[in-house]
């Protein structure tokens, strides 16, 4: 099975510290890198945890805090120095597109790859992005400004052949996509082998839920039911609940309290406010609701599997 | 005398590697810090080295590319969340406004401190702001887009008073200034106390010039001669003369030949392209030419002291 992998290249809020680090994740998958975010700084975080801006072709951006997005423009001019040619579509608020023309217009005028924006309507769940393996959900999240997150879910493969069955019952090669779409095998004597002998069951399907920054939002838990990997935003422990509220925000308890009520396999929680000085008080806080959590931390990277239920 | 300090936040150029960062220096004088240039994650580096951004009332930025002003719009918006509420100036091309203002009116709306952008003419060599204690001249420098470098000079001091003096010809505090100013004593007996007896030089002014990026320039000579300080980029070796002229860069030689006809100080050199691996053979070149010469590096801390000529 090809690794899911989440990367965390930054998992501080709006007031970087020397611990954290400007929000972005970088989700990879058979070769392909999926941006989630992009403070200030990334290009040179990113790098340093070996990964190839050339498998970057989509971007996700969850709202025009400078937080989240302040590091495309060095991106996008250092993927021009780097020779790019390939297009880069980033997906995010509308409000990122006029300050991304504005910067790459003064910043890298001669660009010789396009840069293709698409506008997220932040209000709606729906499918923003999909290839032959993933889909990309919007996530309609409740923050200072549109905002929202992205579900990313692999798309349900095909059962695996067995090569044994299928030598010792002769099958020919052009039937292989039938069986594999579940059709059984008659043999030559009339006798029906059945489609459950001829494959393994399909490799599950993974997925993963990036929730940053929000207020506690119930309306999520549908939306994310049974994902593998949450990533929910705990900025604040829960001794700092009105802070929270007052910012848009959630504590250690409210995005547990999501994770479970969404039946979620894992819960990964960061975006963690300067104030914040223990994580581990904050992880204990999370895991007394939903003990499958761990914390996000700048070159961690985290393997998501399918969760067994 | 109060230390005159250069602070080297990020000596990297456009391609930033995991040994240098983008552009961005401060010069540090009487509690007060002038900011120059300001790459991406300047705000992170100048904080890791113990700089309190209240302190920060004046950045001047050489020009337009990405490497030396995408620092700002974070640091804008971070200084907001510190609760500023003094003015910040910004001296540059204008052609950075415009992207300032977007970013701003995009991430840090309700900005409760005035930004207030400072256009400097590139081409020309004059005063661009001045307090009691410095001025600082911009200058024309030649590189893609419109450039130009800073010149720091301490204005001229008073000599200072010898207090033995004062007490011994037991001279009012009322004409201390006017002995400043230069005035001799005449006792009762009409005896005159010259002036030179009454005072001690006054310390001597320092200058800095930051000369960040361009090509070779020779008029650029008399306008820092005898800096006590010159920062010249020296983005390329001399084996790789060629690319610094494709790119309107300088090399190691061609900044020390400036550093030694302008008769300056010392030479600090930087900026260098992520081709660069052997900084010490770039040092040796430039020496080679220009003795007192160091490497910029991040972290570093440059004392700026008169020279003795």
Same mark, same amino acid.
């Given at each position: 099975m090809e690794?899911?992998?989440?990367?965390?290249?930054?998992?501080?809020?709006?007031?970087?510290?020397?611990?954290?680090?400007?929000?972005?994740?970088?989700?990879?998958?058979?070769?392909?890198?999926?941006?989630?975010?992009?403070?200030?700084?990334?290009?040179?975080?990113?790098?340093?945890?070996?990964?190839?801006?050339?498998?970057?072709?989509?971007?996700?951006?969850?709202?025009?805090?400078?937080?989240?997005?302040?590091?495309?423009?060095?991106?996008?001019?250092?993927?021009?120095?780097?020779?790019?040619?390939?297009?880069?579509?980033?997906?995010?608020?509308?409000?990122?597109?006029?300050?991304?023309?504005?910067?790459?217009?003064?910043?890298?005028?001669?660009?010789?790859?396009?840069?293709?924006?698409?506008?997220?309507?932040?209000?709606?769940?729906?499918? %923003?992005?999909?290839?032959?393996s993933?889909?990309? #959900?919007? =996530? &309609?999240?409740?923050?200072? /400004? *549109?905002?929202?997150?992205?579900?990313?879910?692999e798309k349900p493969s095909l059962p695996h052949i067995r090569?044994?069955?299928?030598?010792?019952?002769?099958?020919?090669?052009?039937? %292989?996509?039938?069986i594999k779409a579940g059709?059984? #095998?008659? =043999? &030559?004597?009339?006798?029906? /082998? *059945?489609n459950e002998?001829l494959v393994t069951p399909p490799t599950p399907s993974r997925?993963?839920?990036?929730?940053?920054?929000?207020?506690?939002?119930?309306?999520?838990?549908?939306? %994310?039911?049974?994902?593998?990997?949450?990533?929910?935003?705990?900025?604040?422990?829960?001794?700092?609940?009105?802070?929270?509220?007052?910012?848009?925000?959630?504590?250690?308890?409210?995005?547990?309290?999501?994770?479970?009520?969404?039946?979620?396999?894992?819960?990964?929680?960061?975006?963690?406010?300067?104030?914040?000085?223990?994580?581990?008080?904050?992880?204990?806080?999370?895991?007394?609701?939903?003990?499958?959590?761990?914390?996000?931390?700048?070159?961690?990277?985290?393997?998501?599997?399918p969760?067994?239920?």
């Open positions: 690794p899911l992998e989440l990367h965390i290249i930054g998992c501080g809020s709006a007031n970087p510290t020397q611990r954290h680090r400007p929000a972005c994740q970088v989700l990879s998958t058979r070769g392909k890198l999926f941006m989630i975010d992009c403070g200030e700084g990334t290009q040179v975080r990113f790098a340093k945890q070996g990964l190839s801006m050339k498998r970057v072709g989509h971007i996700f951006i969850s709202h025009a805090h400078g937080d989240h997005c302040l590091g495309l423009p060095g991106l996008i001019c250092t993927m021009s120095l780097l020779g790019r040619t390939a297009q880069l579509h980033i997906h995010g608020p509308q409000e990122l597109e006029a300050f991304l023309q504005s910067a790459i217009g003064l910043f890298c005028p001669n660009l010789e790859f396009e840069v293709l924006f698409h506008a997220v309507d932040t209000k709606k769940h729906q499918i %923003i992005y999909e290839d032959k993933i889909e990309v #959900w919007s =996530l &309609p999240l409740y923050h200072r /400004v *549109p905002c929202c997150g992205y579900l990313f879910r090569r044994d069955m299928i030598d010792m019952y002769e099958i020919p090669v052009s039937q %292989i996509n039938n059709m059984d #095998w008659t =043999l &030559p004597d009339g006798t029906v /082998v *059945p002998n997925s993963f839920a990036y929730c940053s920054d929000t207020t506690p939002l119930p309306s999520l838990v549908p939306m %994310i039911k049974d994902v593998d990997l949450l990533f929910h935003e705990a900025t604040f422990d829960q001794e700092n609940e009105f802070r929270a509220k007052q910012t848009y925000h959630s504590t250690t308890l409210e995005a547990a309290e999501i994770a479970k009520e969404a039946h979620v396999g894992q819960l990964c929680i960061g975006h963690y406010s300067s104030r914040m000085r223990d994580e581990e008080k904050m992880l204990l806080e999370a895991c007394s609701i939903f003990p499958n959590t761990i914390l996000a931390d700048e070159g961690k990277t985290v393997i998501i599997t969760t067994t239920r």
